[in-house]
């Protein structure tokens, strides 16, 4: 049902489909010129409805989740590849193995043998085996084995020789791209992407064993890495949106971002000269990403909320719970611009964590409405 701007309740996501699908088709385009495959990691999203405009469902389609709740949810919308994209622990095969019972090709990462071994006695116990990718650790970000490590080896061939295990390959996430001062730092840690991972590759396979799998994969590196040879596939997710941290790293332009959070101005504090709005860390997310043209550190931009254009300088300066806080200080713009009951936009730093405070979309049929939603799937 079509309805304006105002007669929602506010603070509420919305979704601009358009520029959503611009970004999907540019990312594409680039990998199908490099011929190599796409596993979209769909933990931003949590749409079906989204993720079929990203890749068509089947029971070969290769996506990658965060959450077993996302594997559940997105096997029932018809995904079969499924990437779990966090090192799995004993008791959650258990939901696992129900959805490999279902026809489900569930793929789990490892990056320690203590972990393996518990995984492999575990999936023993269940009387099934898991498909396993080796962590490659290629930036000292996160998680992860160095490609260079007297481990890897060992890891693998225990992967590779028991019961309740194999090996499928190796993968990485090079979350170090997100510390990049500018595109060449990017195109650095691609590089090093690429060289930490197929190294580990190089390694498993000379010592004789399978190495199908040689997944990357983050935003910055996807977008501006040159080369991917010895690549199969390339783990994406927060490309679909976009948000302010992504528009800091050159990644994306502000008319890129897809989503906002339209919220409503409840008070004025002239003590403070401070704005303050319903939308707060619940509504936004508590990350400060970077800092922004003015050198300071803010939690999501205002726009206009009829057009959803950036208002220049001004940025949510603090949070509370459910109180979203905007400094005029040292702005051209009084407390009387914004209207005590008038709306606003907030393009987000983070899309991920901003977009997991809500169960829906709200989809733009205009700049000034909405008709339609799209669901999402939370929790874990």
């Not at 501006?224 to 199969?232: E, L």
Request: some cysteine; hydrophobic content about 40%; aromatic content about 6%.
């Amino acid at each position: 049902m079509q309805m304006t701007l105002e007669e929602l309740d506010t603070p509420t996501l919305l979704l601009d489909e358009d520029i959503m699908r611009r970004n999907i088709k540019r990312l594409q385009d680039k990998l199908d010129l490099h011929s190599v495959q796409l596993r979209p990691h769909l933990k931003t999203c949590k749409s079906l409805q989204i993720a079929k405009q990203i890749k068509p469902v089947g029971p070969d389609a290769s996506i990658t989740v965060s959450t077993i709740a996302e594997a559940e949810y997105f096997f029932e919308g018809g995904y079969g590849d499924i990437l779990y994209a966090v090192s799995a622990t004993p008791h959650k095969l258990i939901r696992l193995k129900k959805l490999q019972d279902r026809g489900a090709q569930i793929t789990l990462i490892l990056d320690h043998i203590e972990g393996a071994k518990q995984i492999a006695d575990a999936a023993i116990k269940l009387n099934t085996s898991f498909p396993c990718l080796i962590e490659i650790d290629c930036d000292g970000k996160r998680a992860g084995i160095k490609a260079d490590d007297d481990a890897l080896l060992p890891l693998a061939t225990f992967i590779n020789d028991q019961n309740g295990v194999s090996l499928a390959g190796v993968m990485t996430h090079s979350g170090g791209s997100y510390a990049a001062n500018d595109i060449a730092a990017i195109k650095q840690v691609a590089i090093d992407e690429k060289i930490g991972i197929t190294t580990a590759a190089s390694r498993i396979r000379e010592a004789g064993l399978p190495c199908p799998i040689v997944s990357v994969g983050s935003t910055p590196t996807a977008t501006f890495a040159d080369d991917f040879k010895g690549i199969t596939e390339v783990r994406a997710g927060v490309y679909v949106f976009q948000d302010l941290v992504m528009e800091a790293l050159n990644v994306c332009e502000k008319s890129d971002i897809a989503i906002s959070v339209l919220s409503t101005v409840i008070s004025h504090n002239k003590t403070h000269n401070r704005l303050l709005l319903d939308a707060g860390s619940l509504a936004l997310s508590a990350d400060p990403g970077k800092v922004n043209e003015m050198g300071n550190k803010h939690f999501g931009q205002i726009c206009h909320a009829k057009t959803g254009k950036p208002i220049d300088n001004l940025y949510i300066s603090s949070m509370n719970q459910e109180h979203g806080l905007i400094s005029l200080d040292g702005l051209e713009y009084q407390l009387d611009d914004f209207p005590i009951g008038s709306q606003v936009r907030i393009l987000p730093n983070h899309a991920c964590i901003t977009a997991a405070a809500y169960n829906e979309y709200q989809l733009l049929s205009s700049p000034s409405s909405v008709d339609g939603t799209y669901e999402r799937c939370n929790g874990w």
